[in-house]
């Protein structure tokens, strides 16, 4: 595609179940990036990769969050035993290697009742 | 540490009025960039412009324009005869130019734009 593309759109899960989020970048982006936004904390970092490394993974919340990329592509963001403090849009970005602009998902707004 | 500051949380103007966005940014960095962003009511975020640290010239994009002064560490954004269509909230950001961490962006709280018609 086009465009930076995420799924689902929405996830709505049940307090303490795991959700995996998807992300696929524009192709031959090297760089990728998670966000989250929420009404609490705005748009704030979550993690970073270039190829399938992760050199900054300093947003993450906690240890119940957790990231891959693979074949320097799709990437998935999982978070286990989800709760209510979770819910809020989690953004993908990517870019070309030393571009500095971001292209933006969709997001997929995660509600964790 | 960086930090950006939106100071204004919402703008209410009416069309054909001119409004603009203050940005004031913290960094220790010698150089960086800076960002806006538009996230319109359909929640995508979309790139505005990115301006480099050691280029200091006004910017113009149509009815948008970015006033850099270093001196004062801020990057205003101006909408010259606003329109209903530009009703969105809008987001300032910096980033490491080189970093280890990529360019990843810290975010102001975002500034929502009201046009009425």
């Known amino acids: 595609g086009a465009g930076v593309s995420q799924s689902p759109s929405n996830k709505v899960t049940e307090k303490g179940k795991d959700v995996e989020l998807r992300c696929d970048p524009i192709s031959g982006h090297t760089a990728l990036y998670w966000y989250r936004q929420s009404l609490g904390q705005g748009l704030e970092f979550l993690i970073y990769f270039q190829g399938n490394s992760a050199p900054d993974k300093s947003g993450l919340p906690s240890d119940r969050f957790s990231a891959e990329r693979t074949g320097g592509s799709v990437s998935t963001l999982t978070i286990q035993r989800t709760q209510q403090e979770d819910s809020a849009v989690y953004l993908c970005?990517?870019?070309?290697?030393?571009?500095?602009?971001?292209?933006f998902g969709p997001g997929t707004r995660l509600t964790v009742l | 540490a960086q930090k950006v500051t939106q100071a204004q949380t919402e703008i209410s103007v009416v069309e054909k009025e001119d409004v603009t966005l203050d940005c004031v940014y913290e960094t220790r960095d010698t150089t960086y960039y800076l960002f806006w962003y538009k996230q319109p009511p359909s929640g995508e975020l979309v790139f505005l412009i990115r301006?480099?640290?050691?280029?200091?010239q006004n910017e113009i994009s149509g009815r948008y324009s970015w006033n850099f002064q270093k001196s004062t560490s801020s990057f205003n954004f101006t909408i010259t005869a606003s329109q209903v269509v530009d009703s969105a909230v809008y987001f300032c950001?910096?980033?490491?130019?080189?970093?280890?961490?990529?360019?990843?962006?810290?975010f102001g709280g975002g500034t929502r734009v009201l046009v009425k018609p």
């Open positions: 301006r480099n640290s050691f280029d200091e």
């Open positions: 950001a910096l980033s490491e130019a080189w970093g280890a961490a990529g360019n990843k962006l810290t």
């Open positions: 970005a990517s870019s070309s290697l030393g571009s500095g602009e971001q292209f």
